[in-house]
């Protein structure tokens, strides 16, 4: 499979926990990025990187967000004392460093906080 | 700010009709503009992909199009199959950024 696969598909945890979400991109995407979505609404980005370096960061990423891509190639993201309002599906996606930039969308992490 | 809607919300249709969703954006400073499909607890698949200097694209039964300076884009989908079924997200890349926004997407049902 040449897609982008992210890892676990589904996470449940305590509030207050930290959780820890891996994306492996498509094999020679240099961009990937990260995306956050809730029940009935569209995606909203989270964060990207080209290579190694963390390009671009919305103000949804509160400080309890830290997203890493450290040899270029896979990405986590991790997040620090889990509130309620975190559950969601966190989605990866993975994109050549051309002038299309289309981007290819993983399954997802789908995260539930109790 | 860019905004991008989605309408209708929903949509239900018996198979073998054709039909339109409907995407609009405020800011027409954008790069390109994608539609993908979501599958129930899925990622998303893209579907079709419009630059800012092209009109319109073409896949199978799909074409979309794109009139930048009114800020809207639409998807046509013939001859609609129970396959179809899914929601259909519209999305824009800025001028100059890298991420894409999303409109809320559109439910279609198609009922065999």
């Known amino acids: 499979d040449t897609g982008v696969s992210q890892d676990p598909r589904h996470k449940i945890t305590k509030r207050g926990q930290n959780v820890t979400f891996r994306c492996d991109p498509i094999s020679e995407h240099n961009r990937l990025y990260w995306y956050r979505q809730t029940l009935g609404q569209g995606p909203e980005f989270l964060t990207y990187f080209q290579n190694e370096a963390q390009l671009e960061k919305s103000r949804l990423l509160s400080d309890r967000f830290s997203a890493e891509r450290p040899k270029g190639s896979f990405s986590t993201l991790e997040i620090q004392r889990t509130e309620q309002g975190d559950s969601a599906m966190y989605l990866c996606?993975?994109?050549?460093?051309?002038?299309?930039?289309?981007?290819?969308f993983g399954p997802g992490t789908r995260l539930t906080v109790l | 700010k860019q905004e991008v809607t989605q309408i209708p919300a929903a949509l239900s249709v018996p198979e073998g009709e054709n039909l339109v969703l409907n995407c609009s954006f405020t800011d027409s400073a954008i790069y390109n503009l994608q539609w993908f499909r979501q599958d129930p607890g899925k990622g998303l698949t893209s579907l079709l992909l419009i630059q800012s200097s092209q009109r319109e694209q073409t896949s199978g039964r799909l074409n979309a199009s794109l009139d930048k300076s009114s800020g809207r884009s639409t998807l046509y989908i013939a001859a609609s199959q129970p396959g179809d079924s899914a929601t259909y997200l519209c999305?824009?890349?800025?001028?100059?950024?890298?991420?894409?926004?999303f409109g809320s997407g559109t439910r279609l049902q198609v009922q065999p």
């Open positions: 999305a824009v890349r800025e001028a100059g950024r890298r991420a894409l926004t």
């Open positions: 996606a993975s994109s050549l460093v051309d002038t299309i930039n289309t981007q290819y």
